[in-house]
């Protein structure tokens, strides 16, 4: 049996029609740029948030990076953030000029651990002149960048209280989340400054190229991350500050339009095989050797990823791949850890939590197309691997 990682065609063939209907329709109207398409997308996509404003950007890493820009944040400022998520998040910060200041996660959600950000402001920062410093670097704290990472929104109550107090904005670093919940029903996005989502083909509503959009409750930060995104132009030719090329295309969002109206389906189906994992894996008797994925109680878990904690995780992933089933490792080097953030200083032990997800963990499938044979076999050739290997 064949077992992908993930696999799309199911779902354009379903939608094949309507969406080649629409881009068609876009290729009659030769307006790809800012059109119709996005404004409709941006205004959906605000309100699936919690959110009054959308506006559409290229990517999510520029979703990322303009966010950023739109708050000001640039040389001698520092972001608080995760080292164990996707390389955008710290590569937009150092791309806008900031410092990353990292803390570990929790090893339960894989997210950002509040009290580890807490002991960092409160042990290695001081107050200067209003502004937060970090002692060892003489940066200004000026925002904090939690990560909801594989469709689990991180604990914002705690990291929200600490953010008023410290005076820091908060960018949500929703790339993987969109339409996730908190236990208070806080969608992903809508309890921060500005939220960021990406719409990557692989992600839950996932675009036909790179796409991406900024949601805020903040009309001067949407007005100003509008401009961002145009070169800092308003009106035309005439630009107040400099931005970017960050545009969300007509194309994309036409396709994102469509899709976004099954999300919620394709949410629950995900959903439901992660339900079938839970108890297949407790059948299987191999809760006591893996470390199934910990959604907290009351949360909309959307599982972006699956991903499991699993001893002899490399070999156990060379098998796997021997019995036709897809996985992946998100992610095998933190970030503090990569060549390219080396003059940050880090060094290895200083986020343990990180480092131990980095080499335990695996993404299994959960694309909501999967049957339920196809997700019995996957927990079958795991439960044969340790039954080897044990």
Request: proline share 5%.
């Amino acid at each position: 049996m064949q077992v992908p990682l993930l696999d799309l065609k199911p779902q354009y063939r379903a939608l094949k029609s309507e969406i080649d209907a629409a881009i068609e329709r876009v290729c009659d109207a030769q307006a790809f740029i800012l059109g119709p398409g996005v404004r409709e997308l941006e205004a959906a996509v605000a309100a699936y948030s919690g959110c009054s404003h959308g506006i559409g950007m290229s990517s999510g890493t520029d979703a990322l990076l303009a966010a950023l820009m739109a708050l000001d944040i640039g040389e001698g400022d520092a972001v608080i953030t995760s080292p164990y998520t996707f390389f955008a998040t710290a590569g937009t910060i150092a791309r806008a000029g900031a410092r990353s200041l990292f803390v570990d996660i929790d090893p339960a959600t894989f997210n950002l651990a509040p009290a580890a950000v807490e002991r960092l402001l409160r042990e290695d920062c001081e107050r200067r002149d209003g502004r937060v410093v970090h002692r060892a670097t003489g940066t200004v704290v000026r925002a904090l960048m939690p990560v909801h990472l594989y469709g689990q929104m991180a604990d914002m109550t705690p990291l929200m209280a600490l953010a008023r107090e410290f005076g820091l904005r908060v960018i949500e670093d929703a790339a993987q989340a969109i339409g996730a919940a908190d236990g208070e029903k806080r969608r992903a996005c809508s309890i921060g400054d500005i939220g960021c989502l990406s719409f990557f083909p692989t992600k839950n509503l996932g675009a036909f190229g790179d796409a991406g959009m900024c949601v805020t409750n903040d009309a001067a930060l949407a007005a100003k991350l509008a401009m961002v995104r145009v070169h800092g132009m308003e009106p035309k030719y005439y630009h107040q500050l400099v931005g970017g090329n960050f545009r969300l295309d007509e194309l994309q969002a036409v396709v994102l339009s469509i899709k976004l109206k099954h999300l919620d389906a394709w949410t629950l189906g995900r959903q439901e095989n992660a339900c079938f994992y839970y108890e297949a894996f407790e059948r299987a008797g191999l809760k006591g050797t893996v470390t199934l994925p910990a959604a907290l109680p009351g949360v909309r878990h959307i599982y972006n990823q699956f991903v499991v904690r699993f001893p002899q995780r490399d070999a156990l992933k060379k098998f796997l791949g021997e019995c036709g089933v897809g996985s992946e490792i998100y992610y095998p080097v933190p970030l503090h850890q990569q060549q390219c953030f080396a003059p940050l200083g880090y060094q290895t032990g200083d986020f343990p939590e990180s480092e131990r997800a980095a080499a335990e963990t695996l993404a299994l499938p959960i694309f909501p197309e999967l049957s339920r044979g196809q997700l019995q076999y996957v927990v079958d050739c795991i439960a044969h691997f340790y039954a080897h290997h044990g």
